[in-house]
T-cell receptor, first 114, second 112 residues
Framework: SQTIHQWPATLVQPVGSPLSLECTVE??????LYWYRQAAGRGLQLLFY??????ISSEVPQNLSASRPQDRQFILSSKKLLLSDSGFYLC?????????????FGPGTRLTVL | QQQVKQSPQSLIVQKGGISIINCAYE??????FPWYQQFPGKGPALLIA?????SEKKEGRFTISFNKSAKQFSLHIMDSQPGDSATYFC???????????FGGGTRLMVKP
């Protein structure tokens, strides 16, 4: 079966510090990968998605970036965090190669920027 | 065209009652409509989904009703339980398949 991992689970960072969040998927190959952000009490905002290694599409201009160094690894980064970057970051995957409607979410990373 | 509008934003239901959450869309190319359930501090999990070739889909206490002509779909939770208290998101995708458009979410509280 497929599983998706995210770490760290929680993170408290000062404004201006760098960020690296990691997501890995097991049990599948060539998945589509997604990063979402969820502000407190709000909906899901798609940040990035990837259909393959090194292929990243950005949905929202911001100080965040994403990379996919390996097939089942997706990394969200920032060089300098802003207060507005606080939120719940969710990684998701969907199968590649056929209609990929269903997305499966990871457990999330709670980021607090102080 | 890509929006999915969800209502209400929050809902309080007594235990044993029926919870109803509604979503409306504009893009007629949408042809897959899933619902996700999210507990506090957790990632959303797929609850139930429907395609427009049927008007209703039921899984246990959860039912999706779909009205293609009105471009609306809804989630009904029968015999609501305190354990159903969560945030529910509707979503939609088209035959391009890679992307889901999410509604804004509904926070459901079921009172014992």
């Amino acid at each position: 079966s497929q599983t998706i991992h995210q770490w760290p689970a929680t993170l408290v960072q000062p404004v201006g510090s760098p960020l690296s969040l990691e997501c890995t998927v097991e049990g599948t190959s060539n998945p589509n990968l997604y990063w979402y952000r969820q502000a407190a009490g709000r909906g899901l905002q798609l940040l990035f998605y990837s259909v393959g290694i090194g292929q990243i599409s950005s949905e929202v201009p911001q100080n965040l970036s994403a990379s996919r160094p390996q097939d089942r690894q997706f990394i969200l980064s920032s060089k300098k965090l802003l207060l507005s970057d606080s939120g719940f970051y969710l990684c998701a995957w969907s199968p590649l190669g056929r209609r990929t409607d269903t997305q499966y979410f990871g457990p999330g990373t709670r980021l607090t920027v102080l | 065209q890509q929006q999915v509008k969800q209502s209400p934003q929050s809902l309080i239901v007594q235990k044993g009652g029926i919870s109803i959450i509604n979503c409306a869309y504009e893009n007629t190319a949408f042809d897959y409509f899933p619902w996700y359930q999210q507990f506090p501090g957790k990632g959303p999990a797929l609850l139930i989904a429907i395609r427009p070739d049927v008007s209703e889909k039921k899984e246990g206490r959860f039912t999706i009703s779909f009205n293609k002509s009105a471009k609306q779909f809804s989630l009904h939770i029968m015999d609501s339980q305190p354990g159903d208290s969560a945030t529910y998101f509707c979503a939609a995708s088209n035959n391009a398949g890679n992307m889901l458009t999410f509604g804004g979410g509904t926070r459901l509280m079921v009172k014992p």
